[in-house]
């Protein structure tokens, strides 16, 4: 088989390349081992304009939101299934400190914060909750419905390779690589936290954290909101179902859940919601990123055959499909990748 582009990995990242480059008519082969404890398969889907506890306004947000909303909604036209909701987030606020410090925030940030004038939800559904903020606009993905719906597209157009990639089986020619029976010109890593496994330049400063989240069941709670404290509680599509999370861990003994988060995930649930919850089931993952926090994107050489499209951190829901594009136009009209993102800035 000829191909222009192999992608290995069919996380968030790979689903967008591969999305990108069907859309501009490039022939691709997607390779990609079903690995339902991968990053893209545990993330809760939110795209947030603002971060921390000083809600300072995220990199690239003004550019990333409306990219976003548009791009969910294009790919999910393509799949015919709705993959992207818009939602505020609601913060609860328990004392008049903190409801002050949102307030300061609202000056310096009006597009993206909100002291609402009337309350959108019952106050009485946390525990001491005296005064509301509210973030928005923000976006959930429904990613394992997008991976799901996108792989099945892949099997439909016969352009995906359910296997193990080995690198070791990787043979470069004059025009490009052969990989089994596979020919292509150029081969771009989409492997999330496996770019640990293959030999790549050690000046990239590479931060793997790990992640925990819990899925939960709850009655009552108004799904149209995000809810944040220190913990995200996310609305799942299934009715009650919720995700909460997550950890960020820089330390970490082995890629399965703990019974300590667990613990205290609960607990900081039983101090914030008033009223009842069930644990459904545990989530872990590594999510790849730089200690710069910013992506891996671009080809290591002006041939292009070495492309990478990787280290997306804790927001590849919101960086992977603005990458992707840039490194497909890059590809095409040889158009600019960020200078911040683009992979070339360790060499
Ligand atoms: C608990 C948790 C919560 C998160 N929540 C959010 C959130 O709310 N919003 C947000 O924006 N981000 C969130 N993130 C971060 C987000 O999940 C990551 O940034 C993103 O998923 C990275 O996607 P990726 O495609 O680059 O990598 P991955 O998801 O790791 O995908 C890599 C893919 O490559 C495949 N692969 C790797 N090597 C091979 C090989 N040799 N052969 C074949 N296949 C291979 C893997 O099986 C996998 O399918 C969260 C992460 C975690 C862990």
Redesign the pocket.
Known sequence: MNTDVLI???????TWLSFYLEKNGIDYFV?????PH??????????NPVTGRNKVKTWLADQLLPFCMTAYQQIGDYLGIAVVESKAIIECFTNPEAAALFSRRVKENPQYLEIPNANPIQLNLFQNCKELGLIKPALVVNVPLLLSQWRAKLRGLGKIGE????LNHLIETDKGFKYQHISCKRIIF?????IQERNISTSIPLAPTK???LILKIKGLPSSYVYKNKLTLLPLAETDYWWV??SYEWAFEHTRPTSLFKEQTVLALEKWLAIPFEVIEQ??????GTMERRPLVGFDSPEKKWGL??G???????L?PYFASQLVENMIQGSAIDPEANCTRFQ
């Open positions: 290995i990995g069919q996380g968030i990242s790979g390779i990609d081992q079903e690995n991968t990053a893209s398969r545990q993330a809760g889907g939110l795209i296997y193990n990639f080995d989409c492997d999330g936290a496996t992640g925990e989240a999370g997550s989530r872990a993952a590594v999510r790849m499209l990787n997306m951190g804790t927001k590849g829901c919101s992977a």
